[in-house]
């Protein structure tokens, strides 16, 4: 924002030397009016010597009278307004500016608080960035009434008991809203404090494989997955699995949060089907064994809940 001599430089009257005409605008503003009738003692000397304080003050609130929006903001302080206070010191009165948050930089950072307590690998960031209105989650899809219920509960659960052991595996058809309701649950829950991970399975392995050859950064990885209050694996099931990566790096995380903290999926598979698919690599093949040890520590840790309706994919 330009100051008050930028403006009176640029002003028609500062060709003729005439700067007394901006202070009489300034100084007749009701704003300042308004301040001097708060504050009837102070002296106009005063509130000369204050003159860009004055100005700043009425034109970032003319400014944000006509908003533009807060990535436009032209204050000075983006999402802020200038106010003034006048003191007295030693007999002397001193006017004093301060910054006032508007509603839409407060609303701005509790949004960025959400989001920086949910940490997401190979997501698209605006599924976090969504506002969720559960009516319209049901409206847009009546179908998956039940499944937006079943969240809601389990959010209100947590809210009341803290956080839960089990967790809930969105089964569903492709496209029909299981990371979105995801998203929803995490965000729900990041309001309350908790902190997320959302992870999206068939990338997240390919990646895996390559951590095995840095050891510091795949221990960072396992810990924040270990230690999150909430962890969604999305779409499993869908992931090119290997050995390693099931036994040391799905179990490991798995066998860390059974029984502690609860771990979420979505996925296109059922318990059954998902068995199957953890017991087969094609590196070594069919390994019933491992498959059931893992899926172990899925089924028994998770509430079921369908997600139906219709494929919302390019719609």
Request: with cysteine; proline share 3%.
């Given at each position: ?15 003729a ?16 009016l308004?301040l001097?009738?708060r ?12 003159l860009?304080?004055l ?6 609130y ?9 990535e436009?903001?032209?204050?000075d ?6 106010g003034?206070?006048c ?50 989650m ?20 947590t ?11 969105l089964?569903?058809d492709?496209g ?7 998203g ?35 221990k960072?990885t396992?810990?924040l ?13 869908a ?8 036994d040391h ?5 798995l066998?860390h ?12 598979h059922?318990?059954?089907?998902l068995?199957k ?28 809940v369908?997600v ?8």
């Amino acid at each position: 924002m330009e100051s008050l001599g930028e403006a009176m430089r640029r002003s028609p009257f500062a060709a003729a030397g005439d700067a007394a005409n901006i202070a009489k605008q300034v100084l007749n503003d009701p704003l300042v009016l308004n301040l001097r009738s708060r504050y009837p003692d102070i002296e106009e000397s005063v509130l000369r010597l204050n003159l860009n304080r004055l100005y700043q003050m009425t034109t970032e609130y003319r400014n944000c009278k006509a908003c533009p929006g807060l990535e436009r903001c032209p204050n000075d302080l983006q999402g802020h307004s200038t106010g003034l206070n006048c003191v007295q010191l030693n007999g002397k009165w001193q006017i004093n500016d301060y910054k006032t948050a508007c509603s839409k930089w407060i609303a701005n950072e509790q949004q960025e608080r959400i989001r920086r307590r949910i940490t997401s690998f190979y997501i698209d960031e605006s599924v976090l960035g969504v506002t969720y209105d559960e009516s319209e989650m049901i409206q847009r899809e009546p179908g998956r009434q039940l499944a937006v219920s079943q969240l809601q509960d389990y959010v209100e659960t947590t809210m009341k008991e803290g956080l839960q052991k089990r967790g809930l595996y969105l089964k569903g058809d492709f496209g029909t809203g299981k990371t979105y309701l995801a998203g929803y649950l995490l965000q729900r829950l990041a309001k309350e404090g908790f902190s997320g991970v959302i992870v999206y399975m068939p990338e997240f392995v390919e990646d895996a494989k390559a951590l095995a050859f840095d050891a510091v950064k795949l221990k960072e990885t396992l810990n924040l997955m270990k230690e999150a209050d909430l962890l969604v694996f999305d779409d499993i099931g869908a992931e090119n699995l290997t050995p390693w990566v099931r036994d040391h790096v799905l179990g490991a995380i798995l066998n860390h949060r059974m029984n502690r903290k609860p771990t979420f999926y979505t996925s296109n598979h059922d318990f059954e089907d998902l068995e199957k698919h953890f017991s087969f690599t094609h590196k070594e093949g069919e390994e019933l064994h491992k498959g059931q040890r893992l899926m172990d520590r899925v089924r028994h840790f998770v509430d079921v809940v369908h997600v139906r309706g219709r494929n919302h994919r390019g719609s």
